[in-house]
């Protein structure tokens, strides 16, 4: 099954890296076919034409989206449901069957995943710490949750590797996704949940 994917990122960004990766855990049978929009704006505004496009060849379109854009406006806080009351819109005026098209907002923002296991966090930054140990990480029952996971996985970052050492996402949001070695523990987000049911019809 071909499934199509919108993305607020570059080409090969690491939220197409990381989903693409969960994907092919959940289901090694679906071609993931990718489109990316640079930011959240863009992301909103024009997803009716990509989505378009991309049903031409696909089943069905998956639209990601962070709730928190990759700046944070100081007093801003996004609405869930307004953001998808205006990606509805830009679908309805492509008049795309809306049946084909779901919806996955990440709360607040890829990164709460990444954090939903933190075995996955010591296992990735151990290679970088060494011969030192990795203290502990802590537990999050409820990632999507954590207030700024970004800046959040920066500090354990910093804290482990020190602060020359920062968390680039492009360079280490696949690495983290590849250590998560079961769904016991990012299935605690309710985001994950959601994007697992809609790509492969897996309730975790």
């Not at 197409?16 to 489109?35: A, G, K």
């Not at 992301?43 to 639209?63: F, Q, R, S, T, W």
């Not at 690495?175 to 309710?190: E, N, T, V």
């Amino acid at each position: 099954m071909k499934i199509g994917f919108i993305f607020e990122c570059g080409p090969d960004g690491p939220d197409v890296q990381v989903c693409r990766h969960l994907v092919h855990r959940l289901d090694p049978t679906i071609e993931f076919i990718s489109s990316t929009l640079d930011n959240k704006k863009k992301l909103i505004e024009d997803c009716g034409p990509v989505a378009k496009a991309l049903l031409g060849e696909c089943e069905k379109v998956i639209i990601v989206w962070d709730l928190y854009p990759a700046w944070r406006e100081k007093g801003i806080k996004p609405c869930r449901h307004e953001d998808r009351e205006a990606i509805f819109q830009s679908l309805q005026t492509e008049n795309i069957d809306l049946d084909k098209v779901l919806l996955v907002c990440i709360s607040e923002e890829l990164e709460a995943w990444l954090l939903a296991d933190n075995r996955a966090v010591k296992a990735m930054l151990q290679p970088l710490k060494h011969p030192h140990v990795v203290g502990k990480i802590s537990k999050f029952s409820k990632p999507d949750h954590i207030k700024n996971p970004k800046k959040k996985l920066t500090q354990i970052f910093t804290q482990e590797l020190g602060a020359g050492r920062r968390y680039l996402d492009y360079q280490h949001a696949k690495m983290l996704a590849r250590k998560i070695a079961d769904w016991k523990r990012i299935r605690r987000s309710d985001s994950f949940r959601r994007f697992a049911l809609k790509v492969a019809g897996i309730e975790l």
